[in-house]
């Protein structure tokens, strides 16, 4: 039998599961809660890991709308997602994007409402979005050395990502998360002063292992494993790495600084798979959701559904059909080659 004709169908119809409070669950026993959003594929940076060689960033009536995103939201919160993440691109170079904000923690079910952002333009809607009711904050931060800022971000100011990241903390935007992509040659030998910087703000660094997530990218001749990294003099004198000796299959771990006050996170999607744990949907800018990161092939057009007239029944169905569609585990479409999407295609 060819293997194409065994894939649940995405066609629009009803099923005897759809009904509202029914949580998504996919056929591996994952139960799906958390959903990252992304408002743009555009961003005011050009990471060299993100971006793809060739970059055509979509109309913005190719976006969905705000509307359209709180349908969604509406409907998965119904169903038991619980977590939503802003993403991009850069999502505050989306007009508005305070009040998106908003219209998504006035839905009930959402508890924790999140934003990934490289802090540049927090100077300007940190303010505002505190207000809308944003609870957390991950910000981009790959190095402290600004030199290598605007090399890593082609001609990004790191002076303006820290004056972004001052105004967050003036604003009462906390807990603040450091995202730190590991790139060995790069940045390796500045990972404590990350920590020290983190430590000295009140914020969580987390180490994330570079991942082949654009085509053409030589991930492999800048990835370095967390193993590496814990076994680094500078870092070992900082964090008790005694905890992270018995990790298995984790998403990730936490281990406390030394001085007592702080932790700092290792996020490992390359070295130790966490398939299993995972509990993400992801929409793209354009309007797809994704049951998985690296599967390019897992996917289902939500927007379309939506302007084509589509009931909530309908929509919903989408959403469990894509659930089913979902992968035991990622490993196969990070190993392969010739990707279709890159980060930045996807939402971070």
């Known amino acids: 039998m060819d293997k194409t004709s065994s894939k649940p169908s995405l066609r629009l119809e009803k099923s005897p599961s759809n ?10 026993g994952r139960t799906m809660k958390y959903l990252r959003i992304s408002l ?9 890991y993100c971006r793809p060689e060739i970059e055509e960033t979509k109309r913005h009536e190719d976006l969905l709308t705000f509307e359209e ?96 990241i001052d105004a967050a903390v003036e604003a009462g935007l906390k807990p603040i998360k450091l995202n730190t992509v590991l790139i060995k040659g790069f940045n390796d030998d500045e990972l404590h002063s990350i920590i020290d910087y983190a430590a000295s703000m009140g914020f969580t660094a987390r180490f994330i292992e570079f991942m082949p997530m654009s085509n053409g990218l030589d991930w492999e001749k800048g990835y370095i494993s967390v193993d590496d990294v814990l076994k680094m003099p500078e870092i070992a004198s900082r964090v008790d790495t005694s905890a992270a000796l018995n990790r298995q299959n984790t998403a990730s771990v936490y281990l406390p600084l030394r001085s007592g006050t702080g932790e700092v996170g290792f996020i490992t999607p390359m070295s130790s798979k966490f398939c299993n744990l995972c509990n993400r949907l992801r929409i793209t800018a354009d309007g797809r959701l ?58 971070g």
């Open 19 to 28: 009904e509202p409070g029914v949580p998504f669950d996919d056929n591996f």
């Open 40 to 48: 743009t594929d555009r961003c005011n940076f050009k990471c060299t």
């Open 69 to 164: 995103i709180e349908r969604i939201v509406t409907i998965m919160a119904t169903n038991g997602v619980r977590k939503v993440r802003l993403t991009g691109g850069e999502p505050l170079l989306r007009k508005g994007a305070d009040h998106l904000v908003r219209m998504i923690s006035d839905i009930k079910g959402i508890e924790d409402l999140a934003i990934t952002t490289n802090a540049v333009m927090l100077s300007k809607y940190a303010v505002r979005l505190a207000a809308a009711g944003l609870d957390r904050l991950n910000i981009s931060l790959d190095t402290l050395d600004p030199k290598r800022f605007s090399e890593l971000t082609c001609g990004g100011s790191l002076k303006d990502a820290l004056m972004g």
């Open 290 to 347: 994704r049951a998985c990161l690296p599967a390019d092939d897992k996917d289902a057009d939500l927007k379309g559904a939506l302007r084509a007239g589509a009931s909530d029944d309908e929509i919903l169905a989408i959403i469990r059909r894509v659930v089913a569609l979902k992968p035991e585990s990622g490993e196969y479409t990070f190993d392969s080659l010739g990707r279709k999407k890159s980060m930045v295609d996807i939402g």
